[in-house]
């Protein structure tokens, strides 16, 4: 008889509607039955903080490259097509590698692999100061740096879908501040790192905060027990993600598609502003300053996001994010259409809102399509389409500098693409509700 009422303790314990009362001690003996460890606030806090970290030295590094990426023109005398592939490849592969990576973390772990990607990410980071061509530094910074980032990326998304119930969104969204605060601090570090010690000296430093997620990994190593999806990974591994079989899945095929056009022409402020301001004759501080105050309004936007979600946990995203991407477009137009500082600083203070805004709701969009038990591997497959449409952007917006002289046709490019994403999401809502009536006539 007890080992009976043992056994449907747990799903009692996930209704919400039960009215049966759990003593303290029976919650006690369940957690300690399962191997699992009661989450506390104190705990979750430092989970998503580790997180956070992961996110500002991986994603969030990407926009420092930016810096880097007009010393190594002049370094080298090398193409700007070539020296963009360094940025591009990294950040495309922070996204794109977490499809090869997602079964390894799932099955080992987040707090193991993060450990060791990080280790091998400072390692790369730290041995292109040796680099003697433009080649080397594709190698070691864009393409094994990016491979290594990309395991720390997506086991913070992991980690805080495992580790939050209650405010799930709302901590994912949280989750990605840590981008725009790279994007603040990181580009003037950088900055004054190299006119001290050159970008050498600057990848040496950032390779030592590289190393600093360490650290991180040792906190979710040791949270591993916590995580609400732990005991249900073999089962959630053999989820399909899609199935093609109802209209919500018609819905995620075509929010893939957005997340495939969007993301690589979307990047050309992080990766071109600080050349275009130097074209225009402004200087590269000015246009570092530029690039960390897209990380500040970036942030901004992140922070409207996320009290938005908290205020509303079951807000729909499809509405919302198609408004944002069509200031996403505004945002690219007025930074090329209008030649002086100022205007481009207001292009930059509406395109770091929207994309602040975007980055934010992408993965609850993806929570609302998938649920979470598909989470993970959903995260991974949007990641990587996203990674590979920014590999190949980041050279071709470099080749447009070279054949043109400017980046004109880049910033136009990225203009359409994203007022293009905004009308996919507005498909994305129709399906949905579709499917909603569909459901509810069937009942």
């Known amino acids: 008889m007890k080992m009976g009422m043992d056994n449907e303790v747990v799903p009692l314990l996930k209704k919400k509607d039960t009215h049966v009362n759990i003593t303290a001690n029976t919650e006690a003996q369940l957690l300690q039955k399962t191997g699992r460890v009661k989450k506390t606030k104190a705990r979750q806090t430092a989970i998503l903080g580790a997180c956070m970290y992961m996110h500002l030295m991986s994603l969030g590094?990407?926009?420092?490259?930016?810096?880097?990426?007009?010393?190594?023109?002049?370094?080298?005398?090398?193409?700007?097509?070539?020296?963009?592939?360094?940025?591009?490849?990294?950040?495309?592969?922070?996204?794109?590698?977490?499809?090869?990576f997602s079964p390894i973390v799932i099955r080992f772990g987040v707090g193991k692999c993060t450990m060791i990607a990080s280790t091998c990410g400072a390692l790369s980071l730290f041995i292109s100061i040796w680099s003697v061509n433009i080649y080397m530094v594709i190698v070691c910074i864009g393409f094994f740096g990016g491979l290594c980032m990309s395991?720390?990326?997506?086991?913070?998304?992991?980690?805080?879908?495992?580790?939050?119930?209650?405010?799930?969104?709302?901590?994912?969204?949280a989750l990605t501040m840590a981008t725009a605060l790279g994007q603040i601090f990181l580009p003037n570090l950088i900055?004054?790192?190299?006119?001290?010690?050159?970008w050498t000296g600057a990848c040496m430093v950032a390779s030592g905060l590289m190393l600093n997620s360490l650290p991180c990994g040792l906190i979710l190593y040791f949270s591993k027990h916590t995580f609400q999806e732990n005991v249900n990974n073999s089962s959630s591994s053999s989820l399909k993600v899609c199935t093609c079989s109802s209209k919500k899945d018609v819905a995620f095929i075509v929010f893939l598609i957005v997340c495939l056009i969007y993301p690589g022409w979307g990047a050309v402020e992080s990766w071109f502003i600080v050349d275009l301001t130097v074209l225009r004759g402004y200087g590269r501080q000015a246009g570092t300053v530029l690039l960390s105050l897209l990380g500040i309004f970036g942030l901004l936007g992140r922070m409207m996001g996320t009290a938005l979600l908290t205020v509303f946990p079951t807000l729909s995203m499809a509405v919302p994010l198609a408004s944002v991407f069509q200031f996403f477009a505004l945002g690219h137009f007025i930074v090329i259409y209008l030649e002086t500082y100022n205007g481009m600083l207001v292009g930059c203070l509406i395109r770091g809102l929207s994309i602040g805004a975007i980055m934010c709701f992408q993965?609850?969009?993806?929570?609302?399509?998938?649920?979470?038990?598909?989470?993970?591997?959903?995260?991974?497959?949007?990641?990587?389409?996203?990674?590979?449409?920014?590999?190949?952007?980041?050279?071709?917006?470099?080749?447009?500098?070279?054949?043109?002289?400017?980046?004109?046709?880049?910033f136009y490019v990225a203009t359409i693409t994203a007022a293009v994403s905004g009308m996919c999401l507005i498909i994305v809502k129709c399906l949905i509700n579709i499917g909603k009536k569909t459901n509810l006539q069937t009942e």
């Open 61 to 100: 590094f990407t926009v420092a490259l930016g810096v880097i990426y007009v010393e190594l023109i002049r370094y080298f005398d090398t193409k700007r097509s070539l020296a963009a592939t360094v940025q591009s490849l990294f950040q495309g592969l922070t996204f794109l590698g977490g499809i090869a």
């Open 151 to 173: 395991v720390n990326y997506l086991s913070a998304f992991v980690a805080v879908g495992w580790t939050f119930s209650g405010h799930r969104k709302a901590a994912l969204a």
């Open 191 to 198: 900055e004054a790192l190299i006119e001290q010690y050159g």
């Open 363 to 410: 993965p609850s969009m993806l929570l609302e399509l998938r649920g979470i038990d598909r989470f993970p591997r959903t995260v991974a497959i949007c990641n990587c389409f996203t990674g590979i449409v920014q590999i190949i952007s980041g050279y071709l917006g470099g080749t447009v500098a070279d054949l043109t002289g400017g980046y004109d046709i880049a």
